[in-house]
């Protein structure tokens, strides 16, 4: 009746997972208790779980990624914790706890962090860059979101009820064939990133077919911000590469639920090809996540500067450079592996070529500050981290790129310092810069500096004292993943990782306050003109946040920097010249169809976990049935009427012609 | 939708000296469909290579099991062929039809298209049928789990594509040749065409190179 569900897949005997099950489940609870008691329900469910709006869906991304943020940073916690005191003793977690903990941290931070957290963004600013109002398919854009919270729900639902893969976050098999983990563990692994790998497949081609057709009028490429150039780049990797890793899940699940051979170790499976396609997916998303982030910094360095990109067109031809040469280097992940040395050459070179254009972007990022009007905001100070980190990074990873150097460096500490450098610094620094530089735009009110401030400077500081150490415990010979370790020189240095992570809590909790502090003191921070940082692109043109409809009128774009071009003509001329009659506008209707569908994906996924195959039937049927009442709809548009468009938009040129008087005065 | 070649903004835009071409706004909803549309598909394309691929590493991996060419019937395989190419013809027919709002030939079109599909996944099925009862099921060899999840994806696809079909039927039958409609018929037209087009790969390298292995 329940597979193999039962009631030892509940751990009773490890008080760790399920406490910390406990705590969450009460929250949820509590949560839950308090939206139904204060009324609250109908408006989530209209506002917020049924829009289709991409401001909406985008900032519900960037919440799940939050959210999954302090999970994975919990599991990292107790992984440095666990490494400090693990000297010559089991330290405080059992073995296979640990492989869980690592497993699930590695999976958690990549799909269901880093991911959605540049989904959200590219979500919430893109439409708005391109001066449209909204992105292609809206609906299939609410489906996309909510199949990513299916699968960060069932990574979590695996902490209490079975366990996680103890495999790592790329599942090698035959470590992970059914002969070796016979568990549901690696299930749950292979289940949460399918379902969350269509719904990043389904953003990934909403966004490309965005900004390939749908830009506003003038509006051409070598007009786009450079935000609109990464994401196309991003997701352009995401259409050619996720379907990679589908393809690989697939055969995995094959060989553990059918017996099928593609990668065991009997009747002629191959292991190595596991590798080429799981690698062959995987270098490209280290670039879908990065990319995005360079893009952020590029809006960030040259709005704080005040000055134009410096070298936009190098930009752009550097980003597609990236994107081409991404799929051309998988192979430097496995030198070790025994592909010679003639292969291990190209692969190796190939590798470092990758530093060329990123090169090219950082000294962009220099020449734009060069000779500017810099401001040292919160989202500018986490640029200028960046770029520090960022290039020690990007060093290791070209020492890691000469195969004689991998061969003593591959799978040490030096490794998990490489990837950190470059993930943290990169991607998780674009994320916060994007974060604070567009909270205004998406709320309307801006963020406190004071604590914006302080929480870049823990995790900055944070950053250095947990992950230098680790170099240099990898080129001590540490390798990773250990559970306990009895060399006396490493002890160290993982003591002060562990107090660096200390730094690092530090750092979210300033974080956390800040956005306390700044929901209290709204008021006082609220922007009306809809352009805190006196920006350049067309975000900045609508108000904060952006009516349903985003622009009333269609931006006319006549060059880079479009809405920094309209600002100075509007000084010369007067803002309100000549308004076009306002007209009805269409936008798409609310509709449920992400949130159920998502709904039997999870009821799906969990069964297929557990082999209860009634009730992947029954999942099955009710997706099926979603479909055809969605395919079924007559209306899925709604209309705005003139006036209404009118009166909204007559409030936003008001605040506008205010900040153009007051500019004019400066 | 014309595009207008216009002098460039020279001042407020340097690097726009010259003749631009200005671009002239969001395309038309039949445009970003099939647009969007063609972007799924080549993703989908990507998967089967991911499939091609596994297939030419695992070729040779019998595993003491049958080897490609003692086990293929290129007899089912060229009417399995020939089925699947004339749907192609009567799904354009179909198109066509949608396009001028004929719903007699639109059901006859869509008709044959969806026999002919049938007709298809039937010899698949008894083909692999077949294998399996022999005991060459996907479990014997690498080669052969390459095989069946090789061509039994394309299956897949056949029978979701015959899925969507039906619904396309019922669609015009009860809303008519409305817009949107219009967009899907035009989405399912590409699916099926594409399906047709991987059919072709599948045929060549599978069964063609396969039986010279
Ligand atoms: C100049 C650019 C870069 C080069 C030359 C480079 C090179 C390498 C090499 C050779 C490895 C394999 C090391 C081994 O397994 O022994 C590696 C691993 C890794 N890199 Fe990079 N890298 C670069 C940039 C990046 C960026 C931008 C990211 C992320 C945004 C990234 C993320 C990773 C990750 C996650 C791994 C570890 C994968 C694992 O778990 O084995 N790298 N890098
Ligand atoms: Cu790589």
Partial sequence: MLGKLDWSAIPFDQPIPLVAGAVVLVAILAVLAWVVVKGHLPYLWSEWITSVDHKRIGVMYVLLASVMLLRGGSDAIMMRIQQAVAYQSQGYLPPEHYNQIFSAHGTIMIFFVAMPFVIGLMNLIVPLQLGVRDVAFPTLNSVGFWLTATGALLVNISLVVGEFARTGWLAFPPLSELSYSPGVGVDYYAWSLQISGVGTLVAGINLVTTVLKLRTKGMNYLRMPMFCWTTLASNLLIVAAFPILTATLAMLLLDRYLGFHFFTNEAGGNVMMFMNLIWAWGHPEVYILVLPAFGIFSEVVSTFSGKALFGYRSMVLATMAICVISFMVWLHHFFTMGAGPDVNAIFGIASMIIAVPTGVKIYNWLFTMYGGRIRFATPMLWAIGFMVTFIIGGLTGVLLAVPPADFILHNSMFLVAHFHNVIIGGVLFGAFAGFEYWFPKAFGFRLDERWGKAAFWFTFVGFFVTFMPLYIAGMLGMTRRMQHYDVAAWRPWMIVAAIGMAVLVIGVICQIVQIVVSVRNREALRDRTGDPWDGRSLEWATSSPPPAFNFAFNPDVRGEDAYWDMKVRAQQQSLDADRPEYQDIEMPKNSPTGFVCAFFATIMGFALIWHIWWMVILGGLGAFATFVVFAWRDHDEYVIPAAEVAAIDRVNVEERRGLVSMAGAV | ?213
């Fill in chain 2, 1 to 213: 939708m014309a595009m207008t070649a216009t002098a460039g903004h020279a001042h407020a835009d340097p690097h726009h000296i010259g003749l631009v071409i200005e671009h002239p706004g969001p395309a038309s909803k039949r445009t970003v469909t099939a647009y969007g549309f063609w972007i799924f598909l080549l993703s989908d394309i990507v998967m089967f290579s991911c499939f091609f691929a596994a297939y030419a590493v695992l070729v040779g991996q019998t595993a003491g099991g049958p080897k490609a060419a003692e086990i293929f019937e290129p007899r089912y395989v060229a009417i399995e062929t020939v089925c699947l190419l004339l749907s192609s013809f009567t799904c354009g027919m179909a198109s066509i039809a949608a396009d001028v709002r004929n719903r007699f030939w639109f059901y006859l079109g869509m008709t044959v298209t969806c026999v002919l599909g049938l007709i298809f996944l039937v010899l698949e099925f008894r083909e692999f049928a077949n294998l399996v009862a022999r005991g060459y099921g996907p479990t014997r060899s690498a080669f052969l789990t390459a095989f069946f999840s090789l061509v039994g994806c394309h299956g897949l696809h056949v029978s979701a594509g015959v899925l969507w079909l039906l619904t396309m039927m019922a669609q015009v039958y009860a809303k008519g040749f409305r817009a949107d409609i219009l967009r899907r018929m035009l989405c399912f037209a590409l699916f099926w065409h594409a399906l047709d087009i991987i059919w072709v790969a599948v045929f060549s390298v599978v069964y063609l190179l396969g039986s010279a292995v």
